[in-house]
């Protein structure tokens, strides 16, 4: 007994001792590198450290997105220092046996210096010794940015981080190139699903029980670049996705591309990180965008821990959250994740048993995706948070949310070109930047226009898309403008006031446009460039259709709510219909001999039978429909509405309610569909597919990219959101 006695003390004395060296050694290091991320270690996994029995078969960090340009190279360069972004968190990293992220750009040897403002990156061959310090073994090239120098820089970036021994996994577009590494224990997957034109859930669905099949005792890991920036919890896009690839293999699904961190959920015993929100980034504006979400993997033979580490960015230097603004974080994070696993995400620490596959549904406690509720932090999608109405998906939404454009000021006109693989938008007023140009596949600028004296109103493409043409509200010219060189080739003069609406005659030899404050319509001969005529109005025309064999010219008049009907010949007109409200834009289905009206003043869509100039209400809508836009198939019409202004004299200042984008069907008049937007959704575009919807939030500086399902789908939807959509339109 007293031998037993005398074991045991030396026992726990030898394990105390060995406990205080390794404490001691750690706060040095601490010390040495002027940070205290050891006191955070210390607090965290101290007992797992140095009185657990038992070692596990090994470990991961994964971090969410690192962009290493703009800002965050000039913090480098200011501090002299590659290694400056991750300088206080080295320690963090180092612990694990290796660090995977999501690279967010290429590295390329000569990288371009792109505007302060610019969404395209490229960073220098400098980052990839720092990247390698600081035990990345594993990055993922499966995002929206690492094609910014094009399939080369992509391919650049993957030869110098092998160069350095460091991994690469996953292709901005492609599923099925570079899309799966086995690393030890592990398989990893990398996939990028916020371009249209990345591969289908199913196909992503078919990879991952393959690789499943093929390694059928690896520990699966699937990386998601994904979901809707800004918004700290998942979309149903995301979770139906997220539930079909654990049921497919997945023993772990980590995300990324929102900025911020999203819930954690539980399903099938697998976890779920929606977004580990921003690792290393420049995104300054906002608490949640320089907070991020570390997650440490340890992989032992009957189970799996998971430790949660909240990082805090300072200048693009993230370290990690202590004391109460630990506490804080995870207690928000706790709110908006499964209830189940509140207790566990508030203590930092998820431990779960593994599972072998198949899995059998409801055998741990979660149900089947499609039986199985949205979750109350799911619901709650207006978080205090937001305040700029860009709310990017509510429950049972149709349409999914794809990408912002921030930063472009009042954006009056779109259009998509007749490839589809550029925007052209108008900023009204704007002396600097009369036309912004973009990249349709992920927001990128590619240039802007400097217009003569003034910004831009309204925008049409010539069909094959070679010339733009363009009003000016405040001179009352027209700039045509070549495509490809971007150069103003000539200039039109109205001859009349404040120029808004342009349309283009079906043989494309005319050129009309409406004049609101001249309360007329100038007519402008192609090839010569000179006015032939003003065809006198209703009082403050706004939009005008011209039909296709040139007859007739259809007017809607705004100041007394009117259509008027114009012989194009003799240029006599005469008002078919008056509301009392206020007509503007018109769109038109000839091959169904239909005209469709937005009423600003009544809240409704006009419809016109062209054969009989009867007009008949089609649908209600939001206050103040402004855009009307049709599908190319003709099915679907969008509807942008404005929302209350804030005072009847005075719309130049967000009203008390959201803007919305409406789809209706065509044909019946059904609502299908409905998205909550920002302060006055105003422009809106249509890509030559029909996949892709394009809107403008006129006050908020902000540009809204949508995904658009088939026309059948919707029709079966059950009419998405439209039941449930208006008590979120008041702020």
């Given at each position: 007994?007293?031998?037993?006695?005398?074991?045991?003390?030396?026992?726990?004395?030898?394990?105390?001792?060995?406990?205080?060296?390794?404490?001691?050694?750690?706060?040095?290091?601490?010390?040495?590198?002027?940070?205290?991320?050891?006191?955070?270690?210390?607090?965290?996994?101290?007992?797992?450290?140095?009185?657990?029995?038992?070692?596990?078969?090994?470990?991961?960090?994964?971090t969410g997105d690192m962009m290493l340009d703009r800002g965050v190279e000039y913090q480098i360069e200011k501090h002299g220092d590659w290694f400056y972004p991750f300088s206080k968190i080295k320690l963090l990293l180092s612990q694990a046996d290796m660090a995977i992220g999501n690279l967010e750009g290429p590295i390329v040897s000569q990288p371009p210096k792109f505007p302060d403002n610019s969404l395209q990156f490229a960073f220098s061959p400098n980052v990839v010794k720092s990247l390698s310090s600081a035990n990345f073994q594993l990055l993922s090239l499966a995002n929206n940015h690492t094609d910014n120098m094009g399939e080369e820089g992509w391919q650049e970036t993957k030869d110098h981080l092998q160069q350095a021994n460091i991994d690469s996994i996953g292709h901005p577009v492609k599923c099925d190139q570079d899309a799966s590494i086995?690393?030890?224990?592990?398989?990893?997957?990398?996939?990028?699903?916020?371009?249209?034109?990345?591969?289908?859930?199913?196909?992503?669905?078919?990879?991952?029980?393959?690789?499943?099949?093929?390694?059928?005792?690896?520990?699966?890991?699937?990386?998601?670049?994904?979901?809707?920036?800004y918004s700290l919890n998942s979309s149903t896009a995301q979770q139906s996705l997220a539930h079909a690839t654990v049921k497919a293999g997945a023993d772990l699904i980590i995300g990324s591309h929102p900025h911020v961190v999203q819930?954690?959920?539980?399903?099938?015993?697998?976890?779920?990180?929606?977004?580990?929100?921003?690792?290393?980034?420049?995104?300054?504006?906002?608490?949640?965008?320089?907070?991020?979400?570390?997650?440490?993997?340890?992989?032992?033979?009957?189970?799996?821990?998971?430790?949660?580490?909240?990082?805090?960015?300072?200048?693009?230097?993230p370290s990690v959250m202590l004391g109460q603004d630990r506490e804080n974080f995870l207690d928000n994070l706790a709110q908006r994740s499964a209830s189940a696993l509140s207790s566990r995400i508030k203590e930092g620490k998820i431990e779960l048993n593994r599972v072998s596959f198949p899995a059998d549904d409801g055998q741990d406690g979660t149900k089947d995706e499609e039986s199985s509720p949205v979750s109350s932090s799911q619901q709650s999608v207006f978080p205090n948070q937001i305040n700029q109405g860009s709310?990017?998906?509510?429950?049972?939404?149709?349409?999914?949310?794809?990408?912002?454009?921030?930063?472009?000021?009042?954006?009056?006109?779109?259009?998509?070109?007749?490839?589809?693989?550029?925007?052209?938008?108008?900023?009204?007023?704007?002396?600097?930047?009369?036309?912004t140009i973009f990249g349709a596949q992920a927001g990128e600028n590619l240039t802007d226009i400097n217009l003569e004296n003034g910004g831009g109103v309204e925008v049409v493409l010539t069909r094959d898309g070679q010339k733009a043409y363009i009003s000016q509200m405040e001179t009352g010219k027209i700039f045509e403008i070549d495509t490809a060189s971007r150069k103003i080739l000539r200039v039109f003069n109205s001859g009349s006031a404040w120029t808004k609406v342009l349309v283009l005659s079906s043989d494309e030899k005319t050129l009309l446009a409406s004049n609101w404050v001249g309360n007329d319509v100038s007519e402008i001969d192609i090839e010569t460039g000179q006015l032939k005529r003003i065809i006198l109005t209703v009082k403050t025309p706004r939009g005008i259709y011209l039909t296709k064999d040139q007859q007739y010219l259809y007017v809607a008049g705004f100041a007394n709510?009117?259509?008027?009907?114009?012989?194009?010949?003799?240029?006599?007109?005469?008002?078919?219909?008056?509301?009392?409200?206020?007509?503007?834009?018109?769109?038109?289905?000839?091959?169904?001999n239909i005209l469709f009206f937005?009423?600003?003043?009544?809240?409704?869509?006009?419809?016109?039978?062209?054969?009989?100039?009867?007009?008949?209400?089609?649908?209600?809508?939001?206050?103040?429909p402004n855009t009307i836009v049709l599908s190319p198939d003709k099915k679907i019409l969008f509807v942008s509405c404005r929302g209350i202004n804030y005072?009847?004299?005075?719309?130049s200042i967000p009203g008390p309610e959201w803007g919305s984008v409406l789809l209706f069907d065509a044909e019946t008049g059904q609502m299908l569909d409905a998205i909550v937007g920002g302060n006055q959704p105003t422009a809106l575009a249509i890509s030559p597919d029909g996949q892709k919807l394009i809107f403008s939030d006129f006050l908020d500086q902000k540009i809204e990219v949508y995904q658009i399902p088939s026309h059948q789908f919707l029709k079966e939807g059950g009419g998405g959101i439209s039941e449930i959509y208006k008590s979120k339109l008041r702020k």
């Open positions: 007994m007293k031998k037993q006695l005398f074991l045991k003390s030396i026992f726990l004395g030898v394990l105390s001792l060995g406990a205080i060296f390794a404490l001691g050694f750690l706060g040095y290091q601490g010390w040495q590198n002027s940070c205290f991320q050891v006191v955070n270690l210390g607090d965290i996994t101290a007992a797992n450290l140095f009185l657990s029995l038992s070692k596990p078969q090994s470990s991961v960090l994964f086995v690393k030890g224990p592990f398989v990893f997957l990398a996939f990028n699903k916020t371009f249209p034109v990345n591969c289908s859930d199913a196909k992503i669905v078919q990879i991952v029980q393959d690789i499943r099949q093929n390694y059928p005792d690896k520990f699966l890991v699937v990386i998601f670049h994904w979901g809707n920036e819930e954690i959920e539980e399903y099938q015993g697998r976890l779920i990180f929606y977004s580990l929100g921003n690792f290393i980034f420049d995104q300054y504006f906002s608490q949640e965008t320089q907070e991020g979400l570390v997650v440490e993997l340890k992989l032992y033979p009957q189970k799996v821990v998971y430790q949660l580490f909240a990082t805090q960015g300072n200048l693009s230097q709310f990017a998906h509510l429950p049972g939404q149709l349409v999914s949310h794809l990408y912002n454009i921030e930063g472009v000021p009042n954006v009056k006109g779109l259009v998509f070109t007749p490839e589809g693989t550029e925007v052209w938008g108008t900023l009204l007023l704007n002396k600097t930047r009369g036309v709510g009117e259509i008027e009907k114009i012989n194009f010949i003799t240029g006599e007109g005469q008002v078919i219909f008056k509301s009392g409200g206020a007509m503007r834009h018109i769109v038109a289905d000839e091959s169904k937005s009423d600003m003043g009544k809240d409704i869509v006009w419809k016109l039978n062209l054969s009989n100039d009867q007009v008949e209400e089609f649908v209600k809508t939001d206050h103040n005072s009847a004299s005075n719309y």
